[in-house]
């Protein structure tokens, strides 16, 4: 695992998140229309808070959309922690690295490759950040 560097934008926007939720934040990913908050294990409930109200007060303060994502020490469960709401019914990680995303019917399929393979790259990225992965593939 490579050591996780943080810009001036993303530590100024980590008080603010842990301030309001009162959770710990474990990474913050910012993007150029969303935040990415990934928080330690167990508390995402927390960080959202009830009826997200802490999610909506945080969408207000930063002016930006933001998804709070709760990280798990498994790659299979911390890769479907990040494409929920889309459910996939199995993931498998093969022993070089690949891990696959088996099941979805179509319309799941095309939203979690999106554009391009953008949502594809993207969360390939965020979970090489974790776990020993080379790629993620959906079939």
Same mark, same amino acid.
């Given at each position: 695992m490579?050591r996780?560097?943080?810009? /001036? ?15 710990? /934040? ?7 229309s ?19 109200q ?15 994502v709760?990280?798990?020490?498994e790659?299979?469960k ?5 494409i929920?709401?889309l459910?996939?019914?199995?993931i498998e ?5 690949? /891990?696959l995303?088996?099941?979805?019917d ?13 949502? /594809?790259?993207n969360?390939?990225?965020i979970?090489?950040r974790?776990f020993?992965i080379?790629?993620?593939?959906v079939?």
């Amino acid at each position: 695992m490579n050591r996780i560097k943080f810009d /001036l934008t993303t530590i100024k926007y980590i008080p603010i998140f842990e301030n309001v939720t009162r959770s710990h /934040l474990k990474d913050c990913i910012i993007g150029e229309s969303s935040i990415l908050f990934i928080v330690q294990e167990g508390e995402a409930s927390k960080a959202i808070g009830k009826n997200g109200q802490n999610a909506k007060t945080l969408e207000r303060m930063m002016k930006k959309k933001i998804k709070i994502v709760e990280f798990s020490p498994e790659v299979k469960k911390f890769v479907s922690n990040l494409i929920y709401p889309l459910k996939v019914p199995e993931i498998e990680e093969k022993e070089d690295g690949l /891990l696959l995303l088996k099941g979805a019917d179509v319309s799941i399929k095309s939203m979690l490759i999106g554009r391009n393979a953008s949502n /594809l790259r993207n969360t390939e990225s965020i979970a090489k950040r974790y776990f020993e992965i080379k790629e993620i593939k959906v079939v």
